[in-house]
């Protein structure tokens, strides 16, 4: 069985710009959950979408939002670029919202802005 | 916010020896879940807690709910070369808040 799919593996930007990232859930997964981790640091939570709609928000500015399709899958986007957005993001599905529900990590997009 | 504080931040053991990591928050947690990332990849989970004073194995990683829903440990038994890395503790809170709040690792090197 696949795991958590992301793409681009790494992507480069320059400042105010805008960057899309991707994500697909294991299968069978409703939930998708967005982390950020900058480097050397733990993991922020970002985004967290379930049955195509937006569930919980972290503490970050509106420029970070995205969006959840009918076949589970996610996109991240990041507008107006800042320097300080670089970092790993990372994606983790798990099968529903309930109480227990594991989640499980995808490999990552690192997101380097110039 | 809600923090969890992991300890300790860096260990060197030798091959062979037990390793032990903690996480304290002051909120409670439902789930508490353990993680260790390699560089540059994802984080993988390790072991899944989920009542209160659960303690569960795998192979020879062994950790535990602690009884007050507000800490718990890994313990890693005869560690190994590939046993380096980062670990990570993470607790999810209860009703709408489904997300995990990580600690802030512990990184794991172990002399050969």
């Known amino acids: 069985e696949a795991g958590v799919t992301q793409s681009p593996t790494h992507l480069i930007k320059t400042r105010g710009q805008q960057a899309t990232l991707r994500c697909s859930p294991i299968s069978g997964h409703t939930s998708v959950y967005w982390y950020q981790q900058a480097l050397g640091l733990g993991l922020q939570f970002l985004l967290w979408?379930?049955?195509?709609?937006?569930?919980n928000r972290g503490n970050f500015p509106p420029r970070f939002s995205g969006r959840q399709f009918p076949n589970y899958s996610s996109e991240l986007n990041v507008n107006a670029l800042e320097l300080e957005d670089s970092a790993l993001y990372l994606c983790?599905?798990?099968?529903?919202?309930?109480?227990?529900?594991?989640?499980?990590f995808g490999p990552g997009t690192r997101l380097l802005v110039l | 916010g809600q923090q969890l504080n992991q300890s300790p931040q860096s260990m060197f053991i030798q091959e062979g020896e037990d390793v032990s990591m903690n996480c304290t928050s002051s909120s409670i947690f439902n789930t508490w879940l353990w993680y260790k990332q390699d560089p540059g990849e994802g984080p993988v989970l390790l072991i899944a807690l989920y009542k209160a004073g659960e303690l569960t194995s795998n192979g020879r990683l062994t950790a535990q709910f602690g009884i007050t829903r507000k800490d718990s440990f890994l313990n890693i038994s005869a560690s190994i070369p590939s046993d380096v890395g980062i670990y990570f503790c993470a607790g999810r809170l209860g009703g709408s808040q489904g997300n995990l709040i990580f600690g802030k690792g512990t990184k794991l090197s172990v002399k050969p």
């Open positions: 983790a599905s798990s099968l529903g919202a309930r109480e227990g529900e594991t989640q499980y």
């Open positions: 979408y379930d049955e195509g709609e937006e569930r």
